[in-house]
């Protein structure tokens, strides 16, 4: 469930009726949004009168109007992205959708990749805006101040930035000055000018002050607006108890540094109030905002909003949140030195108001609030209660760092008389990735429940009684990011045994599943992982949790995918995205099961829907799941692969290693594995030996499912030409490495591993010249792989399977036509997938029959021919045409014997003397 959003922080504030009008600087903002410049930045002070100004300039310049009001909770960097979202949607209500349902995935997206997303959507935009981001001092987080700079840098030229702050933001201010891109309001610009201050003084405050008192006024707060509106202020309240006052005397009481100023100046005013106003103005100090009930809970008076409505009326310091005058705020800084007064004046009363805050926010369902008012008053045993309550719904929506925050500032003693709240801190802890000290909170609970129950704090039975099955998930979950995955297995099937299906217990129960199904997944076995995660999804659905279930479905995809049923994973692929299309705010998810899909068509040899759904992908990328660019790179590897272009996939692999994101998903292709196959392909076998000698294997290794792809890189390593003398182990141990892995992939019935496994020994048998078993092996392959349309899994492996797929047809050719062999359609399907051998040039062969060629080459030898042109030596040769030295060797005299010479150079000379190339 997403965090709701505070409408008052997106108000726009109207103009005041009562101001002083600053042509100037409007005309200098105008002069920047005129100009095609990306940001106005006003920064002074407090008390300099920014967001007045920006309130008056916006009032008239023809512009729709974002704003966002920043506060502490801000330097989250995801929430200052759903606020940012959320004021954009004030003026384009569609614009962001996406973005917002990533910002709730429980893994987002790097936040370039947000902010892409989001500029793109920006650019779709008809007219012409502006964005404010008002107090932005309050912001101290590099990770925001990077976003709004990454913002800033790739401004859509119908969008304008305005940003106010008491001190210079972390952007690259220096850059866009030189760029003029910049325009700068600061003190010295803001500060009331003579003629400004009189008729502020004058005509606002209505005061009738001299020349020479305005001047001397002016003076003493050097233009400073809200020294000057205290000022007035406490003269209009001497006026109104003594008649004229001795202004003179009194613009010479006062002088110093604006604080000093300041303090001096509220109080002033303060003495000068009615008991009432001075009393609620204290008491309402600590509230970020305000309103009518709650100043009457705080305050434990009726009719705080008349007060409210007369403060404004009088222009006090205080500040409309919202059209129906129901929410206000105090100035910043005239709430700080309220503040003060209050603490100087009424310290042993601040608990006790924060305490009353508190209790109104939790009554009218606003926990966050509540829970900051009860740490700020520490009653920590209220804190703990709330915080204990809000952990479900912040689970939910992963706002767990949110959470974390508060449950940090209750002390330790607290929380561990809470089992509930102890283990809720211990899963927080684990989220966040502090794994050591969320398994000593864990541990601490488990023995809180063994002990006494004395002191122990349950606020609800239903979740004391699963804390069992909780801890159990929870070391579940730790075990499974250790990579251990039989703990996993042991500790989920626990938690399954510790909450049966029942009402409270089913989310528990649903997690305890899906759980066990990863653990299943990695170990191999597929058809209880894919059991598992079926009940997740249903699960997922029922309560309505469908992020879950699509991001799920692709998994389940995969885990059928690699069954060897390649169609049903198409239909579970769609059926996922039929579901995201009636869900507009989980979109982004499809990315992963467009991508996925994309490459099974690609597999299956369909490229023209490849390419349509890899298309679809790459446009939902950017908001899609964080594994996202990292799969996007694996899949681009794969396909260049496929063409041939093995430089840019061995680049993208390396990018693919830059981005990839741990998590509980297993990973069955290592970045380093996927290298070494491309480096057997380059003909780069040192490179590829060293990788397997740096991962220290050998044919003698326990096969486990998640090595399963190294493993059988490995055999490929091993049964490469002439290798098997660089590596411990000879090819027959390759052989029986390959027969170990085909029996592990039988027994679990991972029949995509089979067919690939069955398709290396025969291009391992054929080159060591054993065809009849080579061939028998291809049978066993293509009878798996042909009622799911595998194509990739044979073309991949390049000319020596066309030409052991060719002798597969021309041996089933032989057969009566009243025996025709079943796979005949599907071999030529195979064989045309394949890169077409070039003809022979017409032109050459007349060439050879006219030359000194007694016999002509044949294929095989022009193939040889061509590849001895290249800077290959003779090992690479061989194990670019996956043969031995010695057969190459034979191939290479008989080129010579044809050409009539006796060394390659000679050879490559005739051979382009006679136009066979």
């Not at 989980?586 to 994309?598: E, K, Q």
């Not at 090595?707 to 490469?720: C, G, P, S, W, Y």
Request: charged share 20%.
């Amino acid at each position: 469930m997403p965090a709701p959003i505070l409408a008052t922080k997106l108000y726009v504030p109207p103009p005041r009726a009562k101001i002083v009008l600053r042509p100037r600087l409007i005309e200098r903002m105008n002069e920047g949004l005129s100009s095609c410049r990306k940001l106005t930045l006003i920064s002074a002070s407090a008390g300099f009168g920014k967001t007045t100004l920006v309130s008056e300039w916006i009032a008239s310049c023809g512009q729709l109007v974002a704003w966002l009001s920043l506060d502490e909770g801000d330097n989250d960097p995801t929430r200052f992205l759903t606020y940012l979202v959320s004021a954009l949607q004030t003026i384009a209500p569609n614009v962001g959708a996406g973005v917002l349902g990533v910002l709730e995935s429980p893994q987002p997206p790097p936040t370039e990749s947000i902010l892409t997303a989001l500029l793109n959507e920006i650019t779709t935009i008809p007219h012409n805006f502006i964005l404010i981001l008002d107090d932005y001092h309050i912001i101290d987080s590099k990770p925001v101040d990077n976003a709004l700079a990454f913002l800033i840098e790739h401004l859509p030229p119908q969008m304008y930035l305005v940003v106010t702050t008491r001190e210079d933001p972390q952007l690259p201010l220096a850059r866009l000055r030189a760029r003029g891109q910049l325009t700068e309001l600061r003190a010295a610009d803001l500060r009331f000018t003579p003629s400004e201050a009189a008729e502020f003084l004058n005509q606002v405050m209505s005061l009738q002050l001299s020349a020479e008192d305005i001047a001397a006024l002016e003076a003493r707060t050097e233009g400073w607006i809200t020294g000057l509106q205290l000022a007035a202020l406490a003269l209009q309240g001497s006026l109104s108890m003594q008649g004229r006052p001795d202004t003179s005397r009194f613009i010479q009481s006062f002088t110093g540094s604006h604080r000093f100023v300041l303090d001096y100046l509220v109080e002033e005013v303060l003495q000068r109030q009615p008991e009432h106003i001075r009393s609620f103005l204290l008491q309402t100090s600590i509230l970020d905002r305000l309103s009518g009930p709650l100043c009457d809970a705080v305050t434990g008076q009726a009719g705080s909003s008349g007060i409210l409505e007369t403060l404004e009326r009088g222009n006090l310091f205080i500040i409309p949140l919202d059209d129906q005058r129901q929410w206000y705020r105090y100035h910043h800084l005239f709430a700080e030195v309220l503040l003060a007064h209050a603490l100087e004046e009424q310290p042993g009363q601040i608990p006790l108001l924060h305490e009353r805050a508190s209790v109104w926010y939790e009554q009218n369902n606003l926990p966050a609030e509540a829970i900051r008012h009860a740490l700020t008053a520490r009653d920590f045993e209220h804190a703990a209660g709330l915080i204990e309550k809000t952990y479900p719904a912040m689970d939910a929506s992963f706002q767990y760092a949110a959470w974390l925050g508060w449950a940090r500032k209750l002390p330790d003693e607290v929380v561990r008389a809470r089992p509930v709240l102890s283990v809720d801190y211990a899963r927080a802890l684990s989220d966040s990735g502090e794994f050591d000290a969320s398994m000593s909170w864990l541990q601490e609970a488990e023995q809180r429940l063994e002990s006494s129950a004395e002191g122990m704090v349950v606020a609800d039975e239903a979740q004391f009684r699963s804390l069992p099955a909780m801890i159990a998930l929870a070391h579940s979950y730790h075990t499974q990011v250790q990579g251990d995955i039989e703990g996993t297995v042991k500790y989920a099937e626990l938690a399954l045994e510790l909450s049966p299906e029942e009402d409270h217990y089913l989310h528990i129960h649903a997690m305890a599943v899906v759980t066990v199904g990863m653990a299943y997944w990695s170990r191999g076995d597929l058809d209880g992982a894919q059991r598992a995660l079926s009940v997740w999804i249903n699960y997922c659905q029922k309560v309505g949790n469908i992020f879950f279930a699509l991001a799920t479905g692709g998994y389940l995809a995969e885990i059928i995918a690699a069954q060897g049923c390649l169609r049903e994973a198409e239909r579970t692929y769609k059926q996922a995205i039929q579901l995201a299309s009636t869900h507009d705010q989980v979109r982004h998810v499809t990315a992963n099961l467009y991508l996925g899909l994309g490459l099974l068509y690609h597999e299956q040899g369909d490229q023209q829907s490849a390419a349509q759904y890899l298309h679809k992908s790459g446009e939902l990328g950017e908001q899609a799941l964080i594994d996202w660019p990292y799969r996007w790179r694996l899949a681009q590897a794969r396909l260049k692969e496929a063409e041939g272009d093995l430089k840019t996939a061995l680049d993208l692999l390396d990018e693919a290693r830059r981005l990839y994101v741990r998590s509980t998903v297993p990973d069955f292709h290592p970045i380093d594995a996927l290298k070494a196959r491309v480096y057997l392909r380059q003909g780069r076998l040192s490179e590829a030996l060293a990788w397997a000698r740096e991962r220290s294997l050998s044919v003698d290794d326990d096969l486990s499912y998640l090595d399963e792809f190294v493993h059988v890189t490995l055999a490929r390593i091993l049964i490469a030409p002439h290798q098997n003398d660089l590596l411990a182990g000879s090819i027959h141990q390759a052989f029986a490495l390959l027969e170990r892995l085909l029996q592990a992939a039988e027994a679990g019935r991972r029949m995509g591993s089979v067919i690939e496994i069955l398709v290396v020994q025969a291009l391992a048998f054929q080159a060591k010249g054993n065809g009849s078993q080579a061939l028998a092996l291809l049978e066993r392959a293509l009878a798996l792989a042909e009622p799911e349309g595998y194509v990739r899994i044979f073309v991949d492996e390049g000319e020596a399977m066309r030409l052991l797929i060719a002798d597969f047809r021309l041996k089933i050719n032989k057969l009566s036509p009243q025996d025709a062999h079943p796979l005949c359609g599907y071999v030529e399907r195979l064989l045309a997938a394949f890169p077409q051998p070039r003809e022979a040039n017409p032109k050459s062969e007349i060439q050879n029959l006219k030359s000194e060629i007694i016999e002509p080459l044949s294929e095989r030898e022009l193939e040889v021919l061509r590849l001895l042109r290249t800077e290959l030596n003779g090992p690479e040769i061989a194990s670019k045409l996956i043969v031995s030295l010695n057969t190459l060797r034979t191939h290479t005299k008989n080129i010579f014997n044809k050409l009539g010479v006796n060394n390659r150079r000679a050879a490559v000379r005739r051979a382009e003397e006679l136009n066979l190339f």
